[in-house]
């Protein structure tokens, strides 16, 4: 930012009250923002993307700075005198509440998250008029949807400052909410996103053109001059060729974008959190789940291939949704078995007598056996709380009935809640007094932004396409604040389209981990034929990633050599522990749990100490 060199130049420092609570990676954090929107970075250009993982206090962080703008400036003036925080809607309160926390009455925000259409744009056509040094209002808490509605009154004035909370939001460039955002009159902008690749190198353009628009190009130009030899150069079939392409190119990329985004990796709260034991357990199937399995595959719905460019058509994706219900339990298509739906014309046949949905049988799925067990262990042996992750409100209401059946104390959050409702029972949950054993939650209704270090346990049911939405989910127990040594236990069934998923999933990290985490080693395990290749079921593997990996630290699935020096839980899944048996398990209530259901298990540890604790 330009200043009048005339004048005497004062330094900017960020508020006693404040810097005093910083870590030191928030302190840089802040300073970089602040070297971003004030164009010392990168000239002409005043945005940045914070790609800081989850838990590291993207918020705290942005207050920080955010605080500093509305006071100073180099020049004894405030840089800003407005600023507008867009948010998802369940996040609203939760900056209202944060900006309270840190700063008090010094400032007075205006959140907007309900009312009618004329009592909000009455509401934002105040605050675009404000004006001078005393400003009633000088920052303005809003939905990403509210916005939308009403950008024509937003589009009347400038800010000095967006803040976009949750920014992969806007990783469509095309979408409604990005073109209202950008016809913003801010220049300074920022992006907060602990997962800024989701699923490819076109999003991440998207978001990095919206903080500073034309840095990379057209997207065309980006398509050609970066995406498609980066991702040539990725795939497991490339050429050597390929590679140093790719390579360079990734380069040449991270040489651009590195001046406008800081990312800082979970690894960091390690210094201040208690062990966390990661671990994905591959689960047979039943041979109820196998037979309907077998049978939904080999009929003609699901010869439906990949559309072109990789895209899934919608018979496709209708079967994958069945084919990971059955893998959940075959409750979950019993509807469809009645009704002789296509793949499951004679499934009704394959059920036991007298069969109904009323009562959760856990013998009849591999996944809901190991889950039934783990909790009557970690209900038997510990004090501990749990947290229930499904992407499918189905699987929590056969959750709740299984909860019935064994008299467990259980609360559930899905997309139904109220956000008033929603902060209460957490509140509750978190409270060791309180008598309940299990949260089960919708990872969609509420894997961002909520706080559940009451449980220390946590069982992901199911995985989704996108690892952003389980890594947020995952994130619910540790993080700030949470003092018991913490279990994440991924349940994947073996062999099946979830394991191709999982896959999928391993691709885009090592995707974000080269892009965002400017990893240089990381591995290229699966080609894009390897993920086209989603309906097979592999009936005779314990791993069907493990067997991908083509590990040379296992001998017939027996580890012989430990994972390498230094790695943890944020490594690569072929550096984790590898295990087809519970003897190298370092969780006691894993190690109860483990029956012929359970095939082979991956875990690792977030840091050190866990070697001291086992």
Request: hydrophobic share 35%; proline share 3%.
């Amino acid at each position: 930012m330009k200043t009048d060199q005339s004048k005497l130049l004062v330094h900017v420092v960020v508020d006693p009250m404040l810097s005093k609570v910083l870590r030191p990676h928030q302190r840089e954090g802040v300073k970089f923002m602040y070297d971003c929107v004030t164009g010392q970075q990168i000239d002409d250009n005043f945005g940045c993307i914070m790609a800081d993982e989850m838990g590291l206090g993207k918020t705290l962080q942005c207050v920080t700075l955010l605080w500093t703008l509305l006071k100073q400036s180099p020049d004894c003036c405030p840089m800003i005198s407005k600023a507008i925080i867009v948010a998802p809607s369940s996040l609203v309160k939760n900056w209202y509440n944060e900006i309270a926390k840190w700063l008090g009455t010094r400032i007075n925000a205006l959140a907007i998250d309900s009312g009618t259409k004329k009592e909000i744009d009455r509401n934002l056509d105040f605050f675009m008029k404000q004006q001078g040094r005393r400003i009633c209002n000088p920052v303005l808490i809003i939905s990403y949807e509210t916005f939308r509605l009403h950008a024509s009154v937003l589009h009347k004035g400038s800010v000095g400052l967006v803040i976009c909370d949750e920014g992969h939001r806007l990783k469509n460039s095309e979408n409604q909410t990005y073109q209202a955002l950008v016809k913003l009159q801010a220049e300074r902008r920022i992006l907060l996103s602990g997962t800024p690749i989701q699923n490819d190198l076109l999003e991440y353009f998207s978001l990095l053109h919206f903080v500073n628009r034309g840095i990379l190009g057209t997207a065309q130009e980006f398509k050609r001059r970066f995406e498609t030899p980066i991702l040539r150069g990725r795939d497991a079939d490339a050429t050597d060729e390929d590679h140093k392409k790719g390579e360079e190119k990734l380069q040449e990329l991270l040489g651009v974008v590195n001046k406008c985004i800081i990312r800082r990796t979970q690894a960091l709260l390690v210094k201040y959190l208690p062990v966390k034991v990661e671990q994905v357990v591959c689960c047979r199937l039943t041979p109820l789940q196998l037979a309907l399995y077998k049978s939904f595959v080999g009929s003609l719905v699901t010869q439906c291939q990949l559309g072109s460019e990789g895209k899934m058509t919608s018979s496709a994706l209708s079967s994958i949704t069945l084919l990971k219900k059955l893998c959940n339990h075959p409750d979950l298509v019993y509807d469809k078995c009645l009704e002789r739906s296509e793949g499951f014309e004679n499934g009704l046949d394959l059920f036991p007598d007298g069969y109904n949905t009323k009562v959760v049988r856990p013998q009849l799925s591999g996944k809901v056996m190991v889950l039934d067990t783990l909790l009557a262990l970690i209900k038997a042996t510990t004090s501990d709380k749990v947290v229930l992750v499904s992407n499918y409100t189905q699987t929590l209401d056969l959750f709740e009935k299984l909860c019935r059946q064994r008299c467990y104390q259980f609360v559930r959050l899905d997309g139904s809640m109220s956000i008033k409702k929603r902060a209460k029972i957490v509140e509750r949950f978190n409270d060791p007094s309180t008598p309940e054993f299990i949260f089960m939650l919708s990872s969609k209704a509420g894997g961002c932004g909520l706080n559940l270090i009451g449980a220390n346990r946590l069982v992901m049911f199911d995985p989704d396409w996108n690892p952003a939405n389980d890594d947020q989910a995952m994130a619910r127990c540790w993080r700030d604040g949470q003092k018991k040594q913490c279990f994440i236990y991924r349940l994947i069934a073996t062999g099946t389209i979830e394991e191709k998923i999982f896959q999928r999933q391993a691709h885009k990290k090592a995707l974000s981990s080269c892009v965002v985490d400017k990893e240089e080693d990381v591995e290229r395990h699966f080609s894009l034929g390897d993920l086209r290749d989603l309906f097979t079921l592999n009936e005779d593997t314990f791993s069907d990633t493990h067997d991908k990996f083509r590990c040379r630290r296992c001998v017939n699935n027996i580890q012989v050599k430990g994972p390498p020096e230094g790695s943890d839980c944020n490594a690569d899944l072929s550096q984790w522990n590898h295990c087809a048996d519970k003897k190298g398990l370092s969780d006691v209530v894993l190690k109860g749990v483990w029956n012929s259901t359970i095939s082979f298990v991956f875990h690792h540890w977030s840091h050190e100490e866990q070697r001291k604790t086992v």
